[in-house]
């Protein structure tokens, strides 16, 4: 008798990756749970991943899967955790999650996969994979569910990441379709609310997460506007972010905008409605999937955050994994440290992350 082919499914222990073991399982595959513990042991956040754990032991079990839990905790303080605490500091606006994908969740699931002799990785993700037949090249496709679609966020992922990645959810209606789905199904885990928040950081208090590591408490600055003139004193830089307008610590008189925060002098720049709109923006360590770089301009649909709407644009190369990119209306707030990602028709073709706007 033929063995299954076997996949091995980053299992977070919430409804998305529980549904998607199933339907694998009904395309006949054997499949291996992997949950990664990113918490060291003395973070008091670890409590959240012993429950995460849990839950995907308990929807591994009801499945009747194998579940395995691996610590790469060392890792994720490197790359996510440090990086993500540097961009604060410097003026930028992290997307953490974008980072993690290609070099902490897809690179250890691909790991989990050549140690278990399987064939493919999987995640729960609201996406979906598909060939080029012209190029042989992979790219990932807009999740049906266009209001949960997660391509933004899996920009960074490799040609020999997605050879290999199947997303089951990528062709279900949404969010609701899932519930009902596991609701069918029996998961334990069917009505769990969803993370809205940074795994890491699941209060949202960045800033407090940022003086808890470091130490370093926040020196105040200068709000300043386009010319230079002092509009008041801000709490410190991690506070604030571009196109920011709530929580500035003080009125204006009229309604304000942070335009730029710079690290240099400590300032955070301000202006009024109108003022955050760019007509481009610079972006470095640009990652292709539909090609391996950006030899001449095209013309492409671009998003500057994930719950932007995708707008034209034309991309040409720079220099050192460079690109620049104008728009062909302005956009609003573009943000340094966030990601800029580009689409033809319904396939996400690459993206990089924004330096500055212009």
Known sequence: ????????????????????????????????????????????????????ASEAEAVAGKLGIAHKVLDVQKEFEEIVIASFMEAYQNGRTPNPCALCN???????????????????????????????????????????????????????????????????????????????????????????????????????????????????????GNFIDRNGNVLGTHRGIIYYTVG????????????????????????????????????????ENANFLAFDSLAAPIHTKAKIRYSSKPAGAVVSPLDQGRIQVEFEQPQRAVTPGQAVVFYQEDCLIGGAQIVSSI
């Open 1 to 52: 008798m033929k063995s299954k082919p076997k996949v091995v499914i980053g299992l977070s222990g919430g409804v998305d990756s529980a549904v998607a073991c199933v339907l694998l399982q009904k395309q006949g595959y054997e499949v291996i749970g992997l949950t990664l513990n990113v918490y060291a042991p003395d973070d008091d956040r670890k409590a959240a991943f012993f429950q995460m």
């Open 102 to 220: 290609p070099n902490i969740k897809f690179r250890f699931l691909l790991s989990q996969m050549e140690q278990e002799g399987a064939d493919k990785i999987a995640t729960g993700h609201y996406a979906d994979v598909i060939k080029d037949t012209k190029t042989g090249r992979f790219l990932l496709k807009n999740s049906a569910a266009a209001k949960k679609d997660q391509t933004y966020v899996l920009y960074g992922l490799t040609q020999a990441q997605l050879a290999h990645l199947i997303m089951p959810l990528g062709t279900v209606s949404g969010k609701e379709e899932v519930r009902q789905l596991a609701r069918e199904w029996g998961i334990p885990v069917a009505d769990k609310p969803d993370s809205q928040e940074i795994c890491f950081i699941p209060d949202g208090s960045y800033a407090e997460f940022i003086i808890q590591k470091t130490g370093i408490i926040p020196k105040p």
């Open 244 to 283: 920011q307008r709530k929580g500035l610590g003080q009125a204006f008189g009229k309604p304000m905008f942070v335009l730029a925060v710079h690290a240099a002098d400590n300032t955070v720049m301000l202006g009024e409605a109108g003022e955050e709109f760019s007509k481009g923006l610079i972006a």
